[in-house]
């Protein structure tokens, strides 16, 4: 059976969780924590060369990083598909993913959840409120703009989920866990795709997973009622 290595708390994870329930695959999800407040396992540096989140194994084969992994359970199991085939919209859904690990996870939703999360449960330090201002005020509306112009439709590229999906809803779910909201006044487009994305049945199934979790570390998961 294919194991998926990582929490699913994780935007990365939830990445390839995700892809997985989408395309129907069994799996088992072994819960690593690189850092704290776990130890990963003996072999983690064959698994993961990075020691990131997620890893994967399917037999004797392993692999890491979200996107390899979402693009490899593509091609084992490719319907379905979460990768249009017109040649266009591929190169667009490939943008968005990679627009979503590279720059909004990276400028907002990471510094957030490490103010908001990590610093004061973890590290045991004061969040740094002008952290978090200036990432709401200066950062995020311009990527929030960005993204709110690109929504034509209840998906992001043609008709039907893809990797662009799964992966933008997968960093606004930790975005809301960390008690933030998107404006629907500004950008209303965005909003209503995000809580919509979150209300599909794919997603509902990898939130019941991580729910455990969410409780756990006394996320904000009203948005969900």
């Given at each position: 059976?294919?194991?998926i290595y990582g929490v699913p708390l994780s935007v990365h994870t939830r990445?390839?969780?995700?892809?997985?329930?989408?395309?129907?695959?069994?799996?088992?999800?072994?819960?690593?924590?690189?850092?704290?407040?776990?130890?990963?396992?003996?072999?983690?540096?064959?698994?993961?060369?990075?020691?990131?989140?997620?890893?994967?194994?399917?037999?004797?084969?392993?692999?890491?990083?979200?996107?390899?992994?979402?693009?490899?359970?593509?091609?084992?199991?490719p319907s379905p598909s979460i990768l249009p085939s017109d040649a266009k919209?591929?190169?667009?859904?490939?943008?968005?993913?990679?627009?979503?690990?590279?720059?909004?996870?990276?400028?907002?939703?990471?510094?957030?959840?490490?103010?908001?999360?990590?610093?004061?449960?973890?590290?045991?330090?004061?969040?740094?409120?002008?952290?978090?201002?200036?990432?709401?005020?200066?950062?995020?509306?311009?990527?929030?703009?960005?993204?709110?112009?690109?929504?034509?439709?209840?998906?992001?590229?043609?008709?039907?989920?893809?990797?662009?999906?799964?992966?933008?809803?997968?960093?606004?779910?930790?975005?809301?866990?960390?008690?933030?909201?998107?404006?629907?006044?500004?950008?209303?487009?965005?909003?209503?795709?995000?809580?919509?994305?979150?209300?599909?049945?794919?997603?509902?199934?990898?939130?019941?997973?991580?729910?455990?979790?969410?409780?756990?570390?006394?996320?904000?998961?009203?948005?969900?009622?």
């Open positions: 059976m294919l194991t990445k390839a969780l995700i892809t997985a329930i989408h395309k129907n695959i069994d799996y088992q999800l072994d819960v690593v924590i690189p850092v704290v407040p776990g130890q990963p396992p003996s072999n983690w540096s064959a698994l993961s060369p990075t020691g990131l989140i997620p890893a994967m194994r399917d037999g004797d084969y392993t692999l890491a990083d979200s996107t390899a992994i979402a693009l490899y359970l593509e091609k084992k199991q919209q591929y190169g667009r859904a490939l943008w968005f993913d990679a627009y979503a690990g590279g720059t909004l996870f990276r400028h907002v939703v990471h510094p957030l959840f490490h103010q908001r999360v990590v610093a004061p449960n973890i590290n045991k330090i004061p969040t740094d409120k002008a952290a978090v201002d200036k990432v709401l005020t200066e950062v995020a509306p311009k990527i929030f703009s960005y993204l709110d112009s690109g929504i034509h439709g209840k998906f992001l590229v043609g008709q039907s989920l893809t990797l662009a999906d799964i992966a933008v809803t997968s960093n606004f779910l930790v975005y809301r866990y960390c008690g933030f909201t998107i404006d629907a006044d500004r950008f209303p487009k965005l909003e209503r795709y995000v809580r919509e994305m979150i209300g599909m049945d794919v997603f509902q199934k990898a939130l019941a997973q991580e729910k455990p979790f969410v409780e756990q570390m006394g996320l904000n998961s009203r948005f969900l009622n």
